[in-house]
């Protein structure tokens, strides 16, 4: 039957009782971990039916658990297996007699629950045990609950580099990423971590292996080749040129030791025990070697392992024991803060007999630091084991921890100032229930379900007594069969006599000689009739709110004063309520801040954070720059520079699916553990290579040689490929003149483009017209340009005396700039874009210099297609002439060529633009997102360049985002259907278009794109706690970890799609049209 154990849950051990009670306690225990049973009945009755089998006795439990309702906890467990929840051992040095879970053929979840039944035999130990083997276990069980099928799983999608080795160079000393192999980004959180402590930095450089030649076991086997491509990957992650370097070999090392399938994602904790397990061993070895007399000192051990002391009462008798431990457990649920998760981890059980006098069978136990590591590791239980679902569910409550934590309350040797404080505090917890129960009567006033401040009851009765007194009754003076239109035809019923000598005198009465009814009539017709949805104002006769019908002055007077008396006074209480409440909680945040209890100070160092669920996520790493006084966030390749108020928001949980899993703090008064390493000759600081010993120095230089050749063959590739493509273009060029040249004499010959056409200063043939304006319709467009061209030379001809061509050239250029600068200058509608009509609407509301526009409106006149009369062609011919007098230091050529190169991305951002649109309305979502995506990329490259360069980023944003919205929420319909096409097709959508656009929604931290990604993921989160197919499960946790990968690196990307080439008139229709209909869509949310 398959089993899950809690992800965090430890191994129990046992150090009081002896070996049988110890034995079945444990087994007790286990089983309540494992099963999330709490009826010690219950549990006992499966060990009995198991005959102390612990498979068969979780077996017999999940089935009776259908039947069988959970009752609260009432027996206490012993003090050794509580205590073993908060720490795990130091491995090898602890007890030698470890059992090697990497080498046990046997079943994993059998492999993990004999190795707890091996540890539990265990009678009484000096240092503790070792809790690698839960932490792996644990990770076991849940892969083993979630492929139990034992289905085989493709293998994960790793990050390709990006062909340019340039986008992979480090930048100055900037921090070395790790890259991501397949779900590693639990290998880079915690590695950063802890290559960042200076002092483990230099421990693992400077390992050097034993001198013997083979190894001795197993064990030896592995954690030395390991070390040495640890050594190696630190020392890169030193010296290296690359912004970020390979970590396979040494995740192929611990993965081939944890025996997991490569698509798996790891657990920190799991990796972080069998790291420090096999670092400890391998220090220890070299240790022994180094110092066989004595006993040697574990450099891992000092660093990371401390010792605490567990005293109190079991079944009436006391006991005192020293533990060791290292990563700290702690729950989360339940708790607001870390101070609270350390005070309950610190105490279990009934603890009022520890401190009396009588030997009270009560069982309870306190633990005291006696000595803190250097390094203080916190592991915050995140998750749990829904019983219901039959699987483990992550706790997204928030918790907070500061970034100084003060260990002293917790320290043996304050152990009688913690309890009175700790007393006191229990005494003032009680006396802040009590205060806020009377606060809570004050101010939820009422006996039935809606309650009320009672200040504002009384006020509210006060304003009811002293609100204008009425006679009729709410529903007298209603008409209720008067017309809509307002009229009444007949008479409202006559109040009673009573009513009618409290009625308000109204207007005169008619004459004496008139009929009786007459005034009851007129009367009634002047009483308004409130229509609620035609009348926008209450009628003014309506009391506003329910009044009295009977009371006197002398009763309002003495009322009025007893509801300001008892509301005054019922303020009063609440603030002296309210006072006390804050007092009293200032008082417990101020209980240990005196200097006496802020004398172990420990300073946040790294926070390792979860995004995700709990069978799929991702890792990142914030880490404190002490030297540049900053925090950094280390995200696989991606290392850049955060703040305390991003880690607020990613670490402390309940905001999103993101929270911190572990905390490591390190010795504020040992600095040596993040200082930089001094040469002792010359006392200078050892940065870069200098770190490195030797070897590892020619290690990583031969890398950098390696990676330099690779730059080099790069540049080396990408100049012949620019060489050719110049080429090319001459060879075209040069084709393409020779084609004009002998069209020329031909008046039908095919005219050209109306172009901005530039020739060379240095009078060789005329270049090609520019790319931008090759157009497919020469008929069409070039006439319609050439009529512009032509109509400025015939206005210039009407108003210029002098006929000469020179000056009718010189005038119509003027004619024509002043055109275009009108268009320029111009306020249009969205669907008007001038720029797209003529590149110098373009140049002139982007600032292009005088030269540039001088040269590109010579160019303009310069063009062959006005050669269909004498004077145009005369024109024309002057125009050249001026061109080829133009010196190289008059027109900055390659400042030239860069407006009108601006120019051509600007039409092609456009087409790209108008395109994906057209596509996003027609609903053709899979193909407008690459024309949208390049469309945005390329137009945020332009504005960088000027304000005017491209077009509406917000408009293009939104549209981006859109599209991935849609295309997210198709897939998932997709995977909802269970079909297997359609499974498939979704999660290609998602795998090949949806994902690879993430980065690019997250690089610039925009809320609305951070709030998309959010909802996309949201999406597909929300299916891990739903029943599915095996098949749709193991294909979700394949896919969650690269939705959810936090990264803003590109990965990889798909080729821009070929663009059709369209004249200028097709494309400012077609952008004209476009631009209208999303002008009618609602802008809400763009």
């Known amino acids: 039957m398959t089993l899950i154990s809690e992800p965090a849950m430890t191994v129990e051990q046992n150090v009081l009782q002896q070996h049988s009670q110890k034995h079945q306690q444990t087994l007790l225990n286990q089983l309540r971990e494992i099963t999330g049973t709490t009826d010690i009945q219950l549990l006992q009755q499966a060990l009995q039916v198991s005959n102390g089998d612990l498979a068969e006795a979780v077996a017999f439990l999940t089935e009776k658990n259908a039947k069988v309702p959970q009752q609260d906890e009432t027996t206490y467990y012993q003090t050794s297996q509580v205590a073993s929840d908060r720490y795990i051992s130091v491995g090898s040095q602890a007890d030698t007699n470890v059992i090697d879970l990497t080498g046990d053929d046997k079943d994993d979840l059998q492999r993990a629950i004999a190795l707890s039944l091996e540890e539990s035999s265990r009678a009484f130990r000096e240092t503790g045990i070792t809790d690698e083997e839960q932490a792996i276990s644990r990770v076991l069980e849940a892969s083993i609950a979630e492929n139990k099928a034992s289905l085989k799983r493709t293998h994960t999608e790793v990050w390709s580099d990006s062909p340019n080795p340039h986008d992979r160079k480090r930048v100055d000393n900037c921090p070395v990423g790790l890259k991501n192999v397949g779900n590693t980004c639990w290998f880079s959180a915690v590695i950063q971590s802890l290559f960042n402590l ?5 421990l693992v450089l400077h390992y050097s292996p034993p001198a013997r030649e083979l190894p001795r076991n197993q064990k030896e086997h592995r954690y030395l080749p390991f070390m040495q491509e640890l050594r190696n990957l630190f020392s890169l992650m030193v010296g290296s040129k690359r912004k970020y370097v390979d970590p396979s070999r040494a995740v192929d090392i611990l993965k081939d030791a944890f025996k997991s399938n490569e698509s798996q994602q790891q657990d920190v904790s799991e990796f972080t025990h069998k790291l420090l397990d096999w670092l400890e061993d391998a220090f220890q070895m070299k240790a022994e070697e180094d110092r066989e007399e004595e006993r040697p000192k574990n450099p891992m051990v000092e660093l990371f392992y401390g010792r605490f002391l567990a005293v109190g009462v079991l ?27 350390l005070e309950a981890a610190m105490i279990e059980g009934e ?25 203080l590791t916190f592991e915050l239980s995140r998750f749990e084991f829904n019983q219901a679902l039959g699987r483990p569910e992550k706790i997204h409550n928030k918790l907070e921890f500061p970034s100084m934590l003060y260990m002293d309350r917790y320290m043996d040797r304050n152990r009688e100032i913690t309890r009175i404080k700790r007393e006191e505090i229990r005494r003032l917890k009680e006396h802040l229930t009590l205060l806020q129960q009377r606060l809570e009567r004050y101010l939820s006033y009422g006996s039935g379900p809606k309650r009320f401040p009672l200040a504002d009851v009384l006020q509210y009765a006060m304003e009811f007594a002293s609100s204008k007194p009425v006679c009729t009754s709410p529903v007298e003076d209603i008409d209720t069969s008067a017309p809509p239109g307002g009229t009444t035809g007949q008479q409202l019923p006559q109040p009673s006599t009573a009513e009618q000598d409290s009625l308000p005198p109204l207007e005169s009465p008619a004459p004496a000689s008139g009929p009786t009814a007459a005034p009851t009539a007129a009367q009634q017709q002047r009483v308004p009739i409130h229509k609620p949805f035609t009348q926008s104002r209450l009628p003014p006769d309506l009391p506003m709110h329910p009044a009295p019908r009977h009371i006197t002055e002398e009763e309002l007077r003495v009322l009025e004063g007893c509801l300001h008396r008892w509301r005054s006074e019922v303020e009063n209480d609440t603030r002296d309520l309210q006072g006390s409440i804050t007092r009293i909680h200032r008082t417990i945040e101020l209980m240990y801040s005196d200097k006496s209890m ?79 390493e001094f040469d002792k000759e010359t006392g200078q600081v050892l940065s870069g290579m200098d770190k490195l010993p030797s070897d590892l120095k020619q290690y990583v230089k031969e890398d950098n040689e390696q990676f330099g050749k690779e730059i080099q063959e790069w540049d080396i590739l990408q100049a012949r490929k620019a060489q050719q493509e110049k080429l090319a273009l001459v060879t075209a060029a040069a084709a393409a003149a020779a084609t004009a040249a002998s069209s020329t004499s031909t008046s039908s010959s095919s005219p050209q483009p109306m172009s901005i056409e530039s020739s060379p200063p240095d009078n060789a043939a005329p270049q090609q017209d520019p790319e931008y304006m090759e157009q497919p319709s020469p008929t069409n467009d070039s006439k319609h340009l050439q009529e512009d061209t032509e109509r400025a030379i015939s206005r210039a001809a009407a108003e210029q005396e002098e006929r000469s061509p020179e000056a009718l050239l010189n005038a119509a250029i003027k004619l024509e700039y002043a055109r275009l600068l009108r268009y320029a200058q111009e306020d ?58 133009i010196k190289p230091d008059e027109v900055n050529m390659d400042e030239y060529e860069m407006w009108h190169q601006d120019y051509r991305n600007f039409r092609e951002t456009t087409v790209f633009m108008v395109t994906g649109l057209e596509l996003f309305q027609k609903s053709n979502y899979v193909e407008a997102l690459m024309y949208l995506i390049y469309s945005y ?23 981006r985002r859109e599209c991935l919205l849609k295309l997210n929420e198709q897939a998932a319909t997709m995977f909802e259907s269970g079909e297997e096409p359609e499974v498939t097709t979704g999660l290609s959508i998602m795998n090949e278009l949806v994902v690879p656009c993430i980065p690019l929604l997250l690089v610039h931290d925009a809320e609305k794109d951070l709030l998309a990604v959010e909802d996309m993921r949201n999406r597909w989160c929300s299916y891990l706690g739903q029943e599915m197919e095996s098949n749709l499960q193991e294909k979700l946790t394949d896919f969650l970890p690269k939705l959810l990968d936090c990264s803003t690196e590109i990965k990889s990307f798909h080729d821009p799609p070929k663009l059709s080439c369209y004249s200028t008139l097709e494309l400012c229709e077609r952008f004209r049209r476009i631009m209208a209909a999303v002008g009618r869509v609602p802008t809400e949310g763009r």
């Open 315 to 341: 079944e009436g008798k006391k006991f005192e024991n020293t533990e060791m431990f290292g990563q700290y457990p702690l729950q989360v649920n339940g708790f607001k803060d870390l101070h609270e998760c």
């Open 828 to 885: 249009t509608s969205p669907e008007n874009d001038y720029r797209l009509q003529h590149i110098i609407v373009y140049f002139i509301q982007n600032q292009a210099p005088k030269k540039i526009l001088e040269r590109t409106l010579l160019t303009q006149f310069a063009d062959r297609n006005l050669a269909f009369d004498e004077r145009c062609k005369s024109i024309m011919n002057v125009a050249r002439a001026k061109l080829d007098l």
């Open 937 to 959: 990329q390329y137009n945020k490259e332009l504005l960088s360049k000027g304000l005017y360069r491209g077009h509406d980023d917000d408009s293009l944003g939104y549209y």
């Open 198 to 202: 200076l002092e483990f930095q230099r």
């Open 598 to 676: 802020m004398q172990v100070p420990y300073r946040l160092h790294a926070v390792l954070v979860h995004e995700g669920q709990a069978n799929a996520g991702h890792y990142w790493a914030y880490i404190y720059d002490p030297h540049e006084r900053c925090w950094m966030k280390y995200n696989d390749i991606s290392v850049t520079k955060s703040s305390w108020e991003e880690l607020v928001r990613d670490s402390f949980g309940g905001y999103r699916n993101a929270s911190a899993y572990c905390l490591m703090y390190i010795n504020d008064k040992k600095p040596f553990l993040i200082e930089e």
């Open 351 to 375: 603890i009022e007999s520890l401190h009396s006098a009588e030997n009270s069978a009560r069982s309870g136990q306190e633990h005291w630091f006696t000595e803190l590591p250097p390094v």
